[in-house]
């Protein structure tokens, strides 16, 4: 158990419509990255947030958002949701900024 | 643009025969190299960092080495349990890790 709880495990939606992922970083870590992971493209960095403070981008489309609240906990808002968002979603945590990252067991995302 | 590329993409060893799985990467100013490993539905598991070329790491039956354009995470004596895609990144000039598509490992008892 890496320490990093994301919710929910499994969903499945429908085109067009909008979902919300939850991650709560491992305990003391200030630091959340998402990343996707599909089957033809590999593991992708979407965004960085640290202490609250969007930190980095990587490909996040513009449908995709996501905060760091106070209590560090964060969130990825998925939007207008297409077939080709199906993928694995992993949240990972580190104390600080590029130190190692503890991955999530991830949210699988299933768009009918 | 940060790049890594692993080889080969499947391996399938007998139990207790050894391997070297291969990670090439260019980046801009390498920051740190990281080895993963990940099972099937689950999320990535931390092995190792190395930061600089001739670097080495160790943990049980694996082994990592690091040069200035290519790592290699080498598997002594491997055990069924051993089974599992291992995944290389970098930390560079681009945000966030960049990772390689994994060699996905079979050890047959």
């Known amino acids: 158990d890496s320490g990093v709880t994301q919710t929910p495990k499994h969903l499945i939606t429908a085109t067009g419509q909008r979902v919300t992922l939850r991650c709560s970083p491992r305990?003391?870590?200030?630091?959340v990255y998402w990343y996707q992971q599909s089957l033809d493209q590999g593991l992708q960095f979407l965004i960085q947030?640290?202490?609250?403070?969007?930190?980095a981008k990587g490909n996040i489309l513009e449908r995709f958002s996501a905060q760091q609240f106070p209590d560090l906990h964060s969130e990825l808002n998925l939007s207008s949701l297409e077939l080709g968002d199906s993928a694995l979603y992993f949240c990972?945590?580190?104390?600080?900024?590029?130190?190692?990252?503890?991955f999530g067991q991830g949210t699988r995302l299933t768009v009918v | 643009e940060d790049q890594v590329t692993q080889s080969p993409e499947a391996l399938r060893l007998q139990e207790g025969e050894s391997s070297s799985l291969n990670c090439s990467y260019t980046?801009?100013?390498?920051?740190?190299l990281f080895w993963y490993r990940q099972d099937p539905g689950k999320g990535p598991e931390f092995l190792f960092t190395?930061?600089?070329a001739g670097e080495e790491k160790e943990k049980e039956r694996l082994k990592a080495t690091l040069t200035k354009k290519e790592s290699f995470l080498h598997i002594t004596a491997p055990k069924p349990e051993d089974s599992a895609t291992y995944l290389c990144?970098?930390?560079?000039?681009?945000?966030?890790?960049?990772f390689g598509k994994g060699t996905h490992l079979i050890i047959q008892p």
């Open positions: 947030y640290y202490n609250g403070e969007e930190r």
């Open positions: 990972a945590s580190s104390v600080v900024l590029d130190s190692q990252a503890f």
């Open positions: 305990s003391g870590d200030l630091s």
């Open positions: 990144a970098v930390e560079g000039g681009a945000d966030g890790l960049t």
């Open positions: 190395l930061y600089s």
């Open positions: 980046v801009s100013g390498l920051r740190g």
